[in-house]
């Protein structure tokens, strides 16, 4: 079970942290990622880190902006997120990869979260 939370309504330049505690799996064995869904848009990758924690990536929209980490003690993966911005607005989902390299296809995370709703007002 992947249940996210931390998800608000925040102003334009404001900031929000995310959380994603996985539990029934062994988190340590699987690479994390974040994606969204916008309104009338099709879910997409944001970013994703490895199994230790050493190597991440990020979409360009939200590179420099967005900081993806994880606690292997606590089964947890975080996005930090700075700057947002009223295009950020979306609902936000973690998924679990059991895959290696940097993957970024929905298609390749395996476990996934309800989802928390992130609104930037402009």
């Known amino acids: 079970q992947l249940v996210e939370s931390g998800g608000g309504l925040v102003q334009a330049g404001g900031s929000l942290r995310l959380s994603c505690r996985v539990s029934?799996?062994?988190?340590?064995?699987?690479?994390m990622g974040w994606f969204r869904r916008a309104p009338g848009k099709e879910r997409e990758f944001v970013a994703r880190?490895?199994?230790?924690?050493?190597?991440?990536g990020y979409a360009d929209s939200v590179k420099g902006r967005f900081t993806i980490s994880r606690d292997n003690a606590k089964n947890t993966v975080y996005l930090q997120m700075n700057s947002l911005k009223p295009e950020d607005t979306a609902v936000y989902y973690c998924?679990?990869?059991?895959?290696?390299?940097?993957?970024?296809?929905?298609?390749?995370?395996?476990?996934w979260g309800q989802g928390t709703q992130v609104t930037v007002s402009s």
């Open positions: 029934g799996r062994t988190f340590s064995n699987y690479a």
């Open positions: 998924a679990t990869d059991p895959g290696y390299g940097l993957r970024t296809r929905v298609e390749e995370y395996d476990y």
């Open positions: 880190i490895a199994r230790g924690g050493t190597r991440t």
